[in-house]
C-alpha cells in the first residue's frame, strides 16, 4: 500500500514563500503521475499541479501558474511544490496524491480522479 506523507505547511505573510514536500513510503515504480491539490473552507477541493514521475512533464491551474513550481527527486521518492507570492486566497490544506493510470480516457493529470492515493494533508495559510 502506497503512503504519501506531506510536509511543509504553516503560516505566512501574502507574498511569502513555502516549500511543501510529499514523500512517498514505497518504490515509485508503479506511480505514474503526482499531484497537489488543496481544499480552503467551504469550497470543494481543486487540482494545483501535476507531474509525471517518469519524464517530469507539468502541469498547473491557471490560479498558480507563474507562481508555483513542481518538482520531483526520483532518488528521495519526494515531490515538491515551490509556492512563491502567496495570497490570502492561497489559504487552504493542500494534499498530495499519487496516480498509477487515467481513470478516464481523455482526461489530464489534474483531475483528482486519476489519483488512487491520497496523503493526509498539509495546512496552509497565508495572512494578509
Known amino acids: 500500500q502506497v503512503q504519501l506523507v506531506e510536509s511543509g505547511g504553516g503560516l505566512v505573510q501574502a507574498g511569502d514563500s513555502l516549500r511543501l514536500s510529499c514523500t512517498v513510503s514505497?518504490?515509485?515504480?508503479?506511480?505514474?503521475?503526482m499531484g497537489w491539490f488543496r481544499q480552503a473552507p467551504g469550497k470543494e477541493r481543486e487540482s494545483v499541479s501535476a507531474?509525471?514521475?517518469?519524464?517530469?512533464?507539468?502541469d498547473y491551474a491557471d490560479s498558480v501558474k507563474g507562481r508555483f513550481t513542481i518538482s520531483r527527486d526520483n532518488a528521495k521518492n519526494t515531490m515538491y511544490l515551490q509556492m512563491n507570492s502567496l495570497k490570502p486566497e492561497d489559504t487552504a490544506v493542500y494534499y498530495c496524491a499519487a496516480g498509477v493510470y487515467r481513470t478516464r480516457y481523455g482526461s489530464t493529470w489534474l483531475s483528482s480522479t486519476n489519483y488512487a492515493y491520497w496523503g493526509q494533508g498539509t495546512q496552509v495559510i497565508v495572512s494578509s
Open positions: 507531474i509525471t514521475w517518469s519524464t517530469g512533464n507539468t
Open positions: 514505497e518504490s515509485t515504480f508503479t506511480i505514474t503521475a
